[in-house]
C-alpha cells in the first residue's frame, strides 16, 4: 500500500539522519500518513516530527528539515518540504506514478490484494434469516453487507467460510407449523380458527395449497401436534430452497447451511452445560438453569435451560459460538445481525467469556432498516412523490427480495450496490425507480458505464490498428504527465488501502463511494486527454494502457461488491 511505502521512506530517513549524526540516537515511533484536504499541501502529509519531538529532544520544525534532507531517492516521493508547527507535506513524482500503470496490469485481478489476515480461518455468517417465508427485502441489505465483508476478507489474506444459520428450533417454528396447518385445515373446508400467534402472509396459505397437491389429505386427521411439527418442517424446506434461489440471484452463495436444530442432536450441550457446571456458571433459581454472566461483569444472568425444560434465548447462542470456535476452530468469526439484536450483541461477549474465549474474536456487525420507497407523480398536482413501503413479515403485507427482482424490475446489481452506499448504522432508502434509470443520476450506472465505456475505447483502439499494449510490455508511461492521468493512478492506487480499511472498520460502504470517485477519475481524464486520437501514437498506446489499467481497477472494485462489470451498456 502508497501510505505504507511512504511510511518507510520517512522512517529510513530517520535511519540515514541518525547514521549521519544529524539526528540524536532513539527509537522512532511509527509515521502516520494522511492525504491533505488541500492539494496545495501535497498528495500526502505527516506530523511524524510533532510525535517524535520529545523522543528527540529537538524542535518539530529542526526535526522535520532533517527528515526532509534524507528522503530516500527512486521511491515515490518526487519532493517534500516542511510546514508549521512541523509538518512534512510530500508530493508523489509523476515518473514512479505512471509507472504504476504497469504494476497494476501485471496484478491484474489480484489488484487490491493485501496480506493482513495471513490464512487466519475467518467464518462470516450471515442473512440467516427465520425459514418462515420469504425473505423481506430488508434482509438483502444483510446479504450484500456479509458476502461484500466475504470477498473484501478474502482479498485481505484471510480463509473465509460463509455459512447461514438456520432458525429451525424454537417457538417461531412451532408457529410457523401451526399457522400453515390451519390454512391447509381452512383449505379442506374445516372451520378452524388461525393461531393468535401465526404468520398472517398470503404465502401462508400458497404454502398450505402446495401441501394439499403434494400430500392431498394426509394431515387432515392427524393429530394435531404432529401435523403442524410435520408441516412447519415441510415449510422450513420450502423457505430454504426460495431463499437459495432468491439470494442466488444476488450472487450470494453459502458453504455451510448451519441448523440450530443439529446444536442438540447429540450430547454436546449437555457436555457443554456440565462443563459450565463444574466452572461455577450455572445457576438454578425460579425452577430454570441460567448461565452466571453476572460472574463476568454482566449486569444479569442469562437462561439457558426455562422452567418447563425448554432452551432459553441465549442457550443457542452460546451453543452455536462453542461450535464455531471450539470444535470447528476458526481463528475469528464476524456476525451480522440487525439493528433489532443489538442488546444480544452486547451480551454475547460475556458468553464468550463463560466459553473461556477472547471476546475479540467476535465481531457482531449491526445493521440498521432499509426504507423501500416508491416514487411517483401526484395526480392531483403534477408533483414529485416519495412513499415508503412499510414491511411486516408477521402481518403479510413485507415486500419480498423476489418481488422487487421480478416485479418492480430492479436489476441484482442495483440491489447489492445501493444497499451499501450507507454506513451500516444508518438506515437506508432504496428508490426503486431511481436505481432503473439509465442515468447519471443513478450511482449503480454511472459507475457501470465507466467500465463499458473503457472497454469500448479498447475495442475502438484494435479497430484502429491501436492494439494495448501487452502486459509487461508497456512503452512510454512517463508520457502520463497530464494531472488527470496522475490524478487517475492516484485514486486506482487508494483501493489496496481501500481493503484494508474496510477489513479493519468492517465498514463496506467505502466501496461504492470510492467506485463512485475511480469512475469520475476516469471521466476527467476521458475528457481532458483523447485515448485514440491523441495525436501521437506513443502518447495514445500509453494511455490505452492507463485505460486498461483503470478498467482492471475498476472491475475489481465492482467485484469486491459482487456487482457485474458490463463490457457494453
Request: proline letters at 5%; one cysteine or more; aromatic letters at 8%.
Amino acid at each position: 500500500m502508497l501510505p505504507q511505502q511512504i511510511a518507510q521512506s520517512i522512517l529510513d530517513a530517520v535511519q540515514a539522519a541518525q547514521t549521519a549524526g544529524t539526528l540524536p540516537a532513539f527509537a522512532p515511533p511509527a509515521a502516520d500518513i494522511d492525504r491533505p484536504r488541500s492539494l496545495e499541501h501535497g498528495d500526502f502529509a505527516t506530523n511524524w516530527a510533532l510525535k517524535a519531538a520529545k523522543l528527540a529532544g529537538m524542535p518539530p520544525l529542526a526535526l522535520a528539515a532533517a527528515v526532509v534532507a534524507h528522503l530516500p531517492s527512486g521511491g515515490p516521493i518526487q519532493s517534500a518540504s516542511v510546514a508549521p508547527p512541523g509538518f512534512i507535506n510530500l508530493r508523489l513524482d509523476p515518473a514512479w506514478l505512471a509507472e504504476q500503470v504497469r504494476v497494476i496490469r501485471q496484478a491484474g485481478d489480484h489488484f487490491g490484494n493485501i496480506d493482513l489476515g495471513a490464512g487466519q480461518r475467518l467464518q462470516v455468517e450471515f442473512v440467516s434469516a427465520n425459514p418462515t417465508g420469504p425473505i423481506h427485502f430488508g434482509g438483502a441489505r444483510n446479504a450484500a453487507i456479509g458476502d461484500t465483508l466475504a470477498r473484501v476478507l478474502e482479498a485481505a489474506g484471510y480463509a473465509v467460510h460463509r455459512e447461514f444459520y438456520i432458525n429451525d428450533a424454537g417457538t417461531q417454528i412451532a408457529n410457523y407449523g401451526a399457522s400453515i396447518l390451519a390454512r391447509y385445515l381452512q383449505a379442506m373446508g374445516r372451520d378452524v380458527p388461525f393461531p393468535e400467534q401465526g404468520y398472517q402472509g398470503a404465502y401462508i396459505a400458497n404454502y398450505a395449497a402446495r401441501a394439499i397437491e403434494a400430500e392431498g389429505d394426509r394431515y387432515l386427521d392427524m393429530p394435531e401436534a404432529e401435523a403442524a411439527a410435520a408441516l412447519g418442517a415441510w415449510g422450513v424446506d420450502i423457505a430454504l430452497a426460495s431463499l437459495r434461489v432468491n439470494l442466488g440471484r444476488l450472487g450470494v452463495h453459502f458453504d455451510t447451511w448451519f441448523s440450530e436444530q443439529s446444536l442438540y442432536a447429540d450430547d454436546s450441550f449437555a457436555t457443554l452445560l456440565a462443563d459450565l457446571d463444574q466452572r461455577g456458571l450455572i445457576v438454578e433459581k425460579d425452577g430454570a438453569r441460567w448461565l452466571a454472566t453476572s460472574q463476568l461483569g454482566s449486569d444479569r444472568d442469562e437462561v439457558l435451560i426455562r422452567s418447563n425444560g425448554q432452551s432459553g434465548y441465549y442457550a443457542s447462542d452460546l451453543a452455536y459460538h462453542y461450535d464455531k470456535f471450539v470444535r470447528r476452530g476458526f481463528d475469528r468469526v464476524i456476525d451480522v445481525w440487525a439493528v433489532d439484536h443489538q442488546n444480544q450483541a452486547r451480551r454475547m461477549p460475556f458468553l464468550m467469556k463463560a466459553l473461556n474465549l477472547d471476546p475479540a474474536r467476535l465481531d457482531i456487525v449491526i445493521y440498521d432498516l432499509v426504507k423501500l420507497v416508491e416514487s411517483g407523480v401526484d395526480e392531483a398536482t403534477g408533483e414529485a412523490t416519495r412513499t415508503e413501503v412499510k414491511q411486516s413479515k408477521r402481518k403479510g403485507t413485507f415486500i419480498s427480495l423476489d418481488e422487487v427482482l421480478d416485479e418492480y424490475l430492479v436489476p441484482p446489481d442495483a440491489i447489492r450496490f445501493i444497499l451499501l452506499t450507507r454506513s451500516n448504522e444508518q438506515v437506508i432508502e432504496f428508490d426503486t425507480e431511481l436505481v432503473k434509470k439509465a442515468s447519471s443520476d443513478n450511482p449503480v450506472y454511472y459507475v457501470q458505464y465507466a467500465h463499458a465505456r473503457i472497454c469500448s475505447i479498447l475495442r475502438q483502439g484494435e479497430e484502429r490498428g491501436l492494439r494495448v499494449p501487452p502486459v509487461g510490455q508497456e512503452a512510454g508511461l512517463g508520457l502520463l504527465t497530464h494531472p488527470t492521468e496522475q490524478a487517475l493512478v492516484t485514486q486506482m492506487l487508494r483501493l489496496p488501502e481501500l481493503v484494508a480499511q474496510v477489513t479493519q472498520f468492517l465498514a463496506p460502504h467505502h466501496l461504492p463511494h470510492y467506485a463512485m470517485e475511480l469512475a469520475r477519475a476516469f471521466h476527467a481524464f476521458y475528457h481532458e486527454c483523447p485515448v485514440l486520437g491523441a495525436g501521437d501514437e506513443a502518447l495514445s498506446l500509453a494511455r490505452l494502457a492507463l485505460a486498461d489499467a483503470a478498467r482492471i481497477t475498476l472491475a475489481r472494485t465492482l467485484s469486491l461488491m459482487g456487482v457485474s462489470a458490463p463490457e457494453q451498456m
